[in-house]
């Protein structure tokens, strides 16, 4: 079964228009964490984000900022004012114990058009 | 230095080359990791390294041989290597395997194998 699902495919958005990328896992351990992950077309996966099962804290930077409903098991991140910038793949990952071994969703593709 | 960097950033073999490739971090992070990433997939976690030991292998064929002479190097030298391995192989780096810590990707070698 899939620990990590990114319903979303592909998105694309006009340039400065707010983006949500859904992510949903599955897990029966109570300490976890979550992370989003970007990668550019160059290739290279760039951390976003860590977030522990303990905080459902929202978080906001900048641009950029994580939803975390432990209720609906969802790690949402939401783009606002996007940039062409931010076209990539995101990925969301989820890792338990032991190992820190990372379940990866399937990563969403986001197209910001100018 | 927040750095993983790996060399070369394209490959191409024929099938019956040797080559390796190189990945580097000064970060102090003791977690070393091997991912394959065939496009428009997630990375597919190979091979872990934890304070320089072997620490997991996913079931990887042997024609990928894992190799980390120190806590900052990590190699993965190639053998008679198939067409279907073509992908894009990203090293990352963490601090330790235990926690949940982040993972820092380097930019990743091109492979192509003819």
């Known amino acids: 079964a899939q620990k990590v699902t990114q319903a979303q495919t592909e998105i694309s958005v006009v340039e400065k228009e707010d983006v949500t990328l859904d992510c949903v896992y599955e897990t029966r351990d109570t300490t976890y964490y979550l992370f989003w992950y970007k990668q550019p077309p160059s290739g290279e996966l760039v951390f976003l984000i860590r977030r522990n099962s303990f905080d459902e804290q929202n978080e906001i930077s900048g641009r950029y900022s994580w939803n975390f409903q432990k209720s609906t098991s969802s790690f949402n991140f939401t783009i606002t004012a996007s940039q062409v910038v931010d076209s990539a793949v995101y990925f969301c990952?989820?890792?338990?114990?032991?190992?820190?071994?990372?379940?990866f969703g399937t990563g969403t593709s986001l197209t910001v058009i100018p | 230095d927040t750095e993983v960097t790996q060399t070369p950033k394209h490959l191409v073999m024929g099938m019956t080359n040797k080559k390796s490739l190189k990945c580097e971090q000064h970060m102090g992070h003791r977690a070393m990791y091997w991912y394959k990433q065939k496009a428009k997939k997630p990375p597919e976690l190979m091979f872990v390294?934890?304070?320089?030991?072997?620490?997991i292998n996913e079931s990887v064929p042997s024609r990928f041989s894992p190799e980390c002479p120190n806590s900052s190097l990590l190699n993965l030298h190639l053998h008679a290597l198939q067409p279907e391995d073509s992908a894009l192989y990203l090293c990352a780096s963490s601090y330790r395997l235990a926690d949940y810590n982040e993972q820092f990707f380097g930019p990743g070698t091109r492979l192509t194998v003819l």
């Open positions: 390294y934890s304070y320089e030991k072997l620490s």
């Open positions: 990952a989820l890792s338990e114990a032991p190992g820190n071994q990372f379940y």
